[in-house]
């Protein structure tokens, strides 16, 4: 099972708009990691993570005599590239400024990223083929506001900047665990009755 189905134009451009982002962030990190330009980097991985799960050539992919989950399976494999970003982007703000929490940003980023993949695969068990555009905007929506108007009480710290990292951390690696576990329990292939002749 290959690659070949993921919408490789928005997940490429994304991460490279989100790397490109955070080597801005890391040139102006001397005195301390500016938190809320690299969550805006995260915004674009995100939204680029939204698209790996899109089936542009669903016809052609539904041919192949695959199961649903083993297309999720490879599919998903493509978020190892806006995480891979991701990761490299904070290391890289730890050499510049020994004061980044790189642990929980790591958490913080992979956490985020799985639940983009996750609403992609619950759009698409509701009959979205191509559920990224939707993912992107909700999302990157949603995480522009937090950010910009800190809409959430203090002790649901998404995004902190001062304290609040250690209840973050904890609260993203959750997260992280129950989306890879709703994106398994909805890339089941649709139940078949055992007396219809199974799809190719």
């Not at 997940?11 to 708009?17: C, E, I, Q, R």
């Not at 955070?22 to 939204?50: E, I, K």
Request: charged share 15%; with cysteine; aromatic share 6%.
């Amino acid at each position: 099972m290959t690659l070949k189905g993921v919408d490789w134009a928005a997940v490429l451009g994304g991460s490279a708009f989100g790397a490109g982002i955070l080597a801005g962030c890391v040139a102006f990190a001397a005195d301390g990691p500016p938190l809320v330009y690299v969550r805006l980097a995260l915004v674009v991985l995100v939204a680029a993570a939204g698209f790996v799960l899109d089936e542009p050539a669903a016809a052609a992919v539904d041919a192949v005599p695959a199961t649903r989950r083993r297309r999720t399976a490879a599919r998903a494999m493509a978020v190892t590239l806006p995480l891979g970003v991701w990761a490299a982007g904070v290391l890289a703000l730890e050499v510049r400024s020994a004061v980044t929490p790189v642990g929980a940003l790591l958490v913080e980023g992979a956490g985020m990223l799985a639940v983009a993949v996750a609403l992609a695969a619950v759009l698409r068990l509701a009959g979205h083929i191509e559920p990224g555009e939707i993912v992107a905007s909700v999302l990157g929506a949603a995480m522009l506001t937090v950010l910009i108007f800190n809409p959430l009480p203090r002790s649901v710290p998404l995004f902190p900047v001062g304290d609040g990292w250690a209840a973050s951390t904890t609260l993203w690696g959750f997260l992280a665990v129950a989306a890879a576990t709703l994106v398994v329990a909805t890339s089941r292939d649709p139940y078949q009755r055992k007396d219809q002749p199974r799809q190719p």
